[in-house]
């Protein structure tokens, strides 16, 4: 039994159905559309180059029972409920992925989690539509660009110091801020929404901001609230362990709404990337099926923000050091978060080839020389102390 029905949850089936389990499997979701990709949703859809993100159109050729539109509510003893039935199982996998956080206030509050979210936007997109977008994290920023090649009036509303402050932090998030004036949209930040009220938003500090749509993207929780009451323990997300078992005998999670304990960073640790929801998946599939791997990337996100492919490898937490390679005020460049004289993190604008040598530097755990690192015509894994 499989529980979300979104990429975590499709690749448990497929990775399933590759290691030869020919049993029954039940996927359950709460949409009514077979799973479906969502980062084209910011990008290729509101931009109007895609239309249709599914996964695959051959489901049925995995050979589940797929009940789509039909939410689990709740677990106990050995059983799912859904509003339609009660399903028991002897193995289950909580695939829930997450929700959009909502701000308080009577007015309309768009979000962007599913695609029709992404279709209805879409249609709205205008120029001259004055669009209030509240945060500057990735999907933010993604919807800004969207938004504003489409001749929106774009200002985005944060209320941390910078762009992605929370995400990669306040110093490397600040280089991003130029961008938006770059493509015309208005960035405040430092700016805290009160409340979202018919025709604009309530400002901390008593500012008025009117706007004819307001997108809220300011962070999602994971969709794990039906799951109380159940015995699983949850922990901003279901806990596993690294074998991402979770509290419970027989159930597992994974994706958007799994914290998993990382043996690489010795900590609870849940990302909401879209490698994550692709790879868990099979080391849940394999421990489903009597085996013991563990689950222990390297964490991987990437984000397409006003003309520029931004990527991101590692974990930063806990870095003593912020270290710049290239100036961050062209078109090219990379921070490297550096933890004890090793790569902790790196992110990358305009150079895949850093990221992906970053990546594997930061596996290797070895130490790094900064000045090397520093150094854009020294290649990242040379500049590895051996
Ligand atoms: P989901 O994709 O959320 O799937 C979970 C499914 O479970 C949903 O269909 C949900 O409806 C269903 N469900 C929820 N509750 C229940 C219930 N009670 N019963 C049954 N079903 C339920 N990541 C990147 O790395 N790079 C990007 O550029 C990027 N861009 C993104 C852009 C957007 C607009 C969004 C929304 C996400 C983006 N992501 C990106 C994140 C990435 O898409 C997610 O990490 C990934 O989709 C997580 O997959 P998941 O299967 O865990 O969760």
Known sequence: MIAGAGLAGLRTLEELRARGYGGAVTLI????????????????VLSGAVDDTTLRHDLS???????????ATGLGDGVLRTGRGEYPFDRLVLATGAVPVPLPGPGPQRMLRTLDDALSLRALLRPGLRLAVVGAGWIGAELATAAAARGCQVTVVEAGPAPLAAAIGAEAGAKTAPWYAAAGVELRVGAGVSSVQPGGLALAGGQWLPADEIVTAIGIRPQVSWLAGSGVAVDDGVKTDEQLRASAPGIFAAGDCAAFWSLRYRRLLRFEHWDVALRAPAVVAANLLGGSESYDPVPYFWSEQFGRMVQYAGYHGGADQLIWRGDPAG?????????GGKLAAVLTVGLPRDLQQGRRVIASGQPVDTAGLADPAVPVRDAVLR
Do not use: H, I, M, Q
């Not at 979701?29 to 290729?44: C, I, W």
């Open 331 to 339: 078109e090219r460049f990379a921070a490297c978060w550096l933890a």
């Open 61 to 71: 050729a995995l050979g589940a029972d797929v009940r789509l539109g039909e939410p």
């Open 29 to 44: 979701g709460a949409e009514t559309r077979p799973p479906y990709d969502r980062p084209p949703l910011s990008k290729g």
